[in-house]
């Protein structure tokens, strides 16, 4: 590093380069060029962040520390030298490995200045125990072939029983892992037989007992098969990425679970096996389900989303903290953009409150204009519409009953005036001969003809005594009219 820095700084604008003699660039009076601090600061910052943008060290953790807001410092050394360091709370919460003071790792990540200081330190986005990286690569190459041939496919994993009696067990007897499962499986489900094929989780031959163990299991009469051991590192882990161990569980015919290491831990045999645990204690969960496996299930699914979420604000944040290379103040910068986030954050949430409010306001037109076209509404405009018909009909009937009737009477009182009756009522009388012609004339009778005479109320009968022709020329008017 010191002879980098060196080499470097040999290279700072405004030191003489051979070749570049002009008056101009380097009067021959003046001196050596003086720097503000600020100024020396920059230029030393961009050769650095500009030299080493992606680096790995490896060296020992020494004086870590987690603040409060969720970033860590911590020292990186070796015999000769220290090299400050810096992980942003992003990368921190996503890291698998638990730093610790004396822990030899390869940090991956990129050098900056740190201005007011003048110190510059590595800021890290990658760690993993120093060894891993090998092994790493043998994984993904092991893993890719073995995918490629179908060992990891979902098609080809079972079930596993609802209601398992006897339960295989690949284990260390002498591991905290057995031990774990034994216990919750003894309190959840006391009734299941434990059968345990003792084996080496690590170290040399390790892998051909665990193969082994699986194959001895699978010719047992086994509901499920349980492979199991504690947490550690990636070498620690190894047995069960081993390819003899990996195709032994994929060749067994009875369901295999894969509890190896912690939750953050996956090797090829948790690929492999038909489901994978995060723990022992879990994987004795999966083999004895309780009703408390659904609450505990709903619990898993919000620590995920809260996991999500950070995961998410802390992309974010890494957005931001990526841009201070090339801003003058990173701290100035970052919390504008810490304010942008949060901008974003209110403004997004205005969004979709206004959104669902205007959801909610077009659903309740909708429901209305649905409201005033149902058959209900409809039927009762069209009841309603009846009813005044009825109505109007009703009335026009009856202004039509009274203007018949006051017709009606009109004409009655017209005809009574003319009937012959009145006329009787007057005191006239209708006299007719026997065959009930009436008589008009005296002449038309003769002395002796029987009469009838109707009155106005009964009839008399008479015969003609007489004639008296001056009574004859003497009638009534109306009489006249009438003929």
Known sequence: MAAQRSYRLRNLPGRPRPGAGSPEAMPAESGPRVYRV?????????LLEGRFARIQVRGEISGFKRATSGHCYLTLKDDDATLSAVIWRGPAARMRLDPRDGLEVIATGRITVYAPRGNYQLVIDRLEPAGEGALRAAFEQLRARLEEEGLFDEARKVALPPLPTRVGVVS?????????????????????????????VQGEGAASELASALRRLDAEDCDVIVVTRGGGSLEDLWAFNEELVVRAIAACETPVISAVGHEVDVTLSDLAA???????????????????????ELRSLRRRLQSALRLSLGRRRQVLLGARARLSDPRMALSARRQRLD??????RFALERGLRERREALSREAARLERLHPRQRLGQRQRALADLERRLEREVLSGLRAERTRLTRHEAALTALSPQSVLDRG??????????????????????????RLARGALGARVSHHSQEASDARHPQDQEED
């Open 38 to 46: 600020d100024e020396l600061t920059r230029e030393i910052k961009g």
């Open 172 to 200: 260390s007897p002498t591991g905290a892992a057995i031990h774990d499962f034994l216990q919750v499986l003894g309190r959840r489900a006391p009734q299941v037989s434990v059968l345990l094929a003792p084996a080496r």
């Open 274 to 296: 038909d489901l994978r645990a995060a723990t022992p204690s879990a994987a004795a969960e999966l083999v004895a389900p309780a009703r408390e496996s659904l609450r505990e």
């Open 343 to 348: 901008e974003l954050h209110l403004m997004g």
């Open 428 to 453: 006239f009388a209708l006299v007719s001969d026997q065959e009930g012609r009436l008589l008009r004339d005296a002449a038309t009778v003769a002395v002796g003809d029987a009469l009838q005479i």
